[in-house]
């Protein structure tokens, strides 16, 4: 799953000492794995060769440089939800032609100068959108590629807040809607409608969900063929799931032996949009701890962590596992503590009620499985500066980003006179 494992009872990311980049760079400190980033990628692209989707990995994961970059030198698109987020991909070195671009709420500046860099096509949420792509588009005098996206109303098992394709979420258009579009875009003369689009949720673990959307897109697919309508795209967008606790997801190949009968059937070019799934288990979170205290009822373990580095348990109550970098493995030095970290908030916290060996201030504890939704979510809440991060190859770790510096933190405020 990972290349973080224990040598000599001391935790190694890849060839790499992790106690000895917390020495070297600080905490908290994320620290990728760049073999298991680039076997993720090429698990799932191995998974589906048959039909030789365009991977598009989803910036919002994790948009650090250096793994966009990674992942782009091996063949990947990217998959963008913001301006931002096309500058980081540009600046990656990302060909425009391997772009997509989703979200609700695209801005006319994001949408010119997406139209100028050509990328592939925009996931559009509504009428409203379309109009005004088109209106840009004709200022340009450019044709934009349209994916329209679905929503299927399915249920995708997963956490409300990470849920997308219910039509009582904000994403998406229904097909009937969808169908008078597509009927009638020649009323739209600067887009060419080529596709269709769905993402249905985050954290998913099984094929079913997926099953039953992409058939209803399937039967939709036909009726729109039966009308003489032929599209060239179909993107089934991302969620899969990766293992946090004690999760069962479906492997790269179960979930492409589920799906990929299905996806033939369509004859289109398939589009994917996979963010956790590579990233997630690639990275995790290293922190010190400052102080262990005890009260009546509760032992804590206080760390320089906090939920500005890593809101999901703060967010979403999501389970991270939480291993000691040093340890000598012995069952009965296990207790059960609360791991916290500095922020004035009760929801400050990475782990309750859970057991782990006895340790004391100056320990070091890693956060697993925080590549994906961790520093791409972080703040500076509390006016903590944002952690640094490393990425490991082999025997060797790169500073990937510098830690902020307390200027940082003000450089942008000016004080009123």
Known sequence: ?????????????????????????????????????????????????????????SVKANSNLSILKALVSKGAGLDIVSGGELFRAIKAGCPAERIVYASVGKTDGEIRVSIKRGILSFNVESIAELENINRI????????????????????????????GKLTNKFGIDFNSAYEIIIQRYKFTNLNICGLHMHIGSQITEADP??????????????????GINLKYLNIGGGLGIVYDKENPQTAEKFAQRILPLLKKTGLKIIMEPGRFIVGNAGILLTKVLY????????????????????????YDAYHQVLPTSYVPCPSSYEKVDVVGPI??????????????????????????????????????????????????????????????????????????
């Not at 005890?294 to 320089?304: E, I, Y």
């Not at 082999?394 to 990937?400: E, H, P, Q, V």
């Open 210 to 227: 997926y099953v039953a959307a992409i058939l209803k897109l399937a039967s939709f697919i036909e009726k729109l063929k039966g009308q």
């Open 344 to 417: 004035c908030e009760s929801a400050d916290y990475f782990a309750k009620e859970r057991k782990l060996p006895y340790v004391l201030a100056g320990d070091y504890l890693a956060v697993m499985s925080a590549g994906a939704y961790g520093f791409s979510m972080a703040s500076n809440y509390n006016s903590r500066r944002r952690a640094a991060e490393v990425l490991v190859r082999g025997n060797k770790a790169f500073l990937i980003r510098r830690r902020e510096t307390f200027t940082d933190l003000i450089r942008d405020e000016i004080i009123e006179p």
């Open 292 to 315: 262990i205290k005890s009260t009546p009822v509760k032992k804590f373990v206080v760390v320089d962590a906090g939920m500005n580095d890593l809101v999901r348990p703060a967010l």
């Open 137 to 164: 588009a004709k200022i340009f005098n450019k044709v934009a590629n349209i994916a329209i996206r679905i929503n299927p109303d399915v249920e995708p098992k997963t956490h409300k807040f990470i849920t997308t």
């Open 1 to 57: 799953m990972h290349e973080f494992k224990y040598k000599n009872n001391r935790l190694y990311c890849e060839g790499v000492s992790v106690e000895k980049l917390a020495r070297k760079f600080g905490t908290p400190l994320y620290v990728y794995s760049y073999a298991t980033l680039i076997d993720h990628y090429s698990k799932l692209k191995s998974a589906f060769r048959q039909i030789n989707p365009l991977i598009c990995y």
